[in-house]
């Protein structure tokens, strides 16, 4: 169990531009969740994957985000057009079996825009 | 929308004081998940309770679930430095997939 992994851990990059994370989840995991957290708040949910599916994404979520998981392994999450607000922690998660199973996280990206 | 409210934010002890963070949810919970983040880290799980009623203890801690569903406790007794971090609860509807968060309560030992 290598644990879930995210890449890059920090990112800086100017207002306007495109940002690009990855996350590797624990192999057998069929679940992924994208969260994003910021000081002194609990995780906030972004969407999530059941294999290849995205079942759910958050309505409070700009167009701007966008995610995927092309082979039910390894997600991509984009934001374009990046915005002070979106200066934040982004977490993965990842769980198998049944959905009240216990997210596994990663170390996150941290995200800071100029 | 569906929320869960948890107090304290924050909670200053001496180290062996007890110590407790409380979640209330506006709605059923079919379950009520807890984890701990330590400072720079991530949410690590802890434990799950399911039933009405529910009491589960892990050495100095002690979680409970309400009868009603809708409410729970996570204490700590005789806190210890390694206790240090935030603790959130977080609790899955019926309707849907996503956890919701509550906003931690972070613990802090006095010097």
């Known amino acids: 169990d290598t644990g879930v992994s995210q890449d890059p851990r920090h990112k800086i990059t100017k207002r306007g531009q495109n940002v690009t994370f990855r996350c590797d989840p624990i192999?057998?995991?069929?679940?992924l969740y994208w969260y994003r957290q910021t000081l002194g708040q609990g995780p906030e949910f972004l969407t999530y994957?059941?294999?290849?599916?995205?079942?759910?994404k958050s309505r409070l979520l700009s167009d701007r985000f966008s995610a995927e998981r092309p082979k039910g392994s390894f997600s991509t999450l984009e934001i374009q057009r990046t915005e002070q607000g979106d200066s934040a922690m982004y977490l993965c998660?990842?769980?198998?079996?049944?959905?009240?199973?216990?997210?596994?996280f990663g170390d996150g990206t941290r995200l800071s825009i100029l | 929308g569906q929320q869960v409210m948890q107090i304290p934010q924050y909670q200053h002890v001496q180290e062996g004081e007890d110590f407790t963070t409380y979640c209330n949810s506006s709605?059923?919970?079919?379950?009520i998940q807890w984890y701990k983040q330590r400072p720079g880290g991530h949410p690590v799980f802890l434990i799950q309770?399911?039933?009405s009623g529910e009491v589960k203890k892990q050495k100095r801690l002690t979680f409970q679930f309400g009868e009603a569903k809708k409410n729970s406790s996570l204490h700590i007794t005789a806190t210890q430095t390694t206790d240090v971090g935030t603790y959130f609860c977080?609790?899955?509807?019926?309707?849907?997939?996503?956890?919701?968060w509550g906003a931690g309560t972070k613990l802090i030992i006095k010097p």
């Open positions: 998660a990842s769980s198998s079996g049944r959905m009240d199973q216990p997210q596994h």
């Open positions: 192999s057998e995991h069929n679940r």
């Open positions: 994957f059941q294999n290849e599916a995205q079942l759910e």
């Open positions: 709605t059923t919970l079919s379950n």
């Open positions: 309770l399911v039933k």
């Open positions: 977080a609790g899955h509807t019926r309707s849907n997939y996503q956890l919701i």
